[in-house]
């Protein structure tokens, strides 16, 4: 991966994490933050109560796993025994640095929901990222079916709030996503108009 896409990655990564500053990522195992490493993205772990607590450090190789399915891969280290080699073992600012190998880890069978989640996160930070907070586009989201987000847009000629259902893949279109007010202000999508429906259909 060239500099940029590692940059690119890091900050994949690091947006998608927020979500667990204010829920556990695992059972008494809380984010305390996400680091940039060369070649690398590197999550803090706090683990214990409170009374007994130990930071750790994961360090997980850029391109070895899409960055959705890093908080997936993160709980199943942090809920299964693993095992260090001792050149994968290090100190950090204090913490304990754990260099994993995700091609070695046997992911949980049990079905984990967190890519969608993932995703959805992505879509709604690219939305409404993109957004000014005098005239938003986005103001509402839902998901329903399966694997589908239904983002709620204001429209801008004032004919009110109007929702577009996105399909959920593995690689989200960012350049559909960053074109929604564009489409959501033609008359019509695929020769239906909006005012005969409430959403739309768009595959990504």
Known sequence: ?????????????????????????AAYCRLRGVLPAPGAVRVAIRAGDQAHTQD????????????????????????????????????????????????????DPDPDPEPEQGRVLAVVHARAGADGDANPFLVG????????????????????????????TETPATGLIASLPVLVEKSSIDGRPWTTRTATSLPI
């Open 141 to 168: 989201f839902l998901m329903h079916g399966r694997g589908l987000l239904r983002l709620y847009v204001h429209r801008r000629d004032g004919a009110g709030i109007v929702g577009a259902d996105i399909r959920l």
């Open 1 to 25: 991966m060239t500099d940029s896409e590692d940059r690119a990655q890091q900050a994949d990564v690091t947006r998608r994490m927020l979500c667990f500053l204010n829920a556990p990522v």
């Open 56 to 107: 750790f450090l994961y360090e997980i190789p850029n391109g070895t796993v899409a960055p959705y399915s890093i908080p997936g891969l993160l709980r199943t280290v942090l809920t299964g025994p693993q095992l260090y080699s001792s050149s994968d073992v290090g100190e950090v600012m204090g913490m304990t640095l754990l260099r994993l190998r995700p091609q070695e880890i046997t992911p």
